[in-house]
């Protein structure tokens, strides 16, 4: 099996699994926290990401806007820690190690919509945090502030 045909195969098994799990635990614990994407490095990526804790893991959703047309995998999310900024130079790159900041990849269709695509590993707790970001992997493989293409405050819900 060639890895193109493998990567889709996995992807639509979590595409699955968070489809059938995911709005019955979201309606029990509702969203706990936010963050609105804004475009870096004038990519034009904007969106909306969502974290609802669910007691024993936290559950990450989103949508965005700009992405290059028909992608999967090409772009990445990952959280920052808690001295990280949205904004400047540096936005959305991490001031200290941090585990659990992979939360998941996007796919797009042919207009560049995206959706967020949870990983499997356990994500850093809310508070461990402040921003998230859009990462596109083509450039410098996804690392460095030139690879952000979008990147929001997380803001926790009272």
Not at 52 to 75: C, E, H, K, N, Q
């Given at each position: 099996?060639?890895?193109?045909r493998?990567?889709?195969?996995v992807?639509?098994?979590?595409?699955?699994?968070?489809?059938?799990?995911?709005?019955?635990?979201i309606?029990?614990?509702?969203e706990?926290?936010?963050?609105?994407?804004?475009?870096?490095?004038?990519?034009?990526v904007?969106?909306r990401i969502?974290?609802?804790?669910?007691?024993?893991?936290?559950?990450?959703?989103?949508?965005?806007?700009?992405l290059?047309?028909?992608?999967?995998?090409?772009?990445?999310t990952?959280?920052?820690?808690?001295?990280?900024?949205?904004?400047?130079?540096?936005?959305?790159?991490?001031?200290k190690?941090?585990?659990?900041?992979?939360?998941?990849?996007?796919?797009?269709?042919?207009?560049g919509?995206?959706?967020?695509?949870?990983?499997?590993?356990?994500?850093a707790?809310?508070g461990?945090?402040?921003?998230?970001?859009?990462r596109?992997?083509?450039?410098?493989g996804?690392?460095?502030p030139t690879?952000?293409?979008?990147?929001?405050?997380?803001?926790?819900?009272?």
């Amino acid at each position: 099996m060639d890895r193109k045909r493998f990567v889709f195969m996995v992807g639509g098994v979590v595409v699955s699994l968070l489809l059938a799990a995911g709005p019955a635990l979201i309606a029990a614990a509702g969203e706990t926290a936010h963050a609105t994407q804004h475009p870096a490095n004038q990519s034009g990526v904007m969106g909306r990401i969502t974290f609802t804790d669910a007691g024993t893991t936290l559950i990450v959703m989103g949508t965005a806007t700009g992405l290059a047309p028909s992608t999967f995998g090409r772009y990445v999310t990952l959280v920052y820690d808690t001295g990280s900024v949205p904004g400047g130079p540096d936005n959305c790159e991490p001031t200290k190690p941090m585990p659990g900041m992979f939360v998941g990849f996007w796919t797009s269709d042919a207009a560049g919509n995206g959706t967020l695509h949870q990983g499997s590993t356990p994500i850093a707790p809310l508070g461990a945090f402040d921003s998230v970001s859009i990462r596109d992997t083509t450039i410098n493989g996804g690392f460095g502030p030139t690879a952000v293409a979008a990147c929001g405050q997380v803001a926790v819900n009272p």
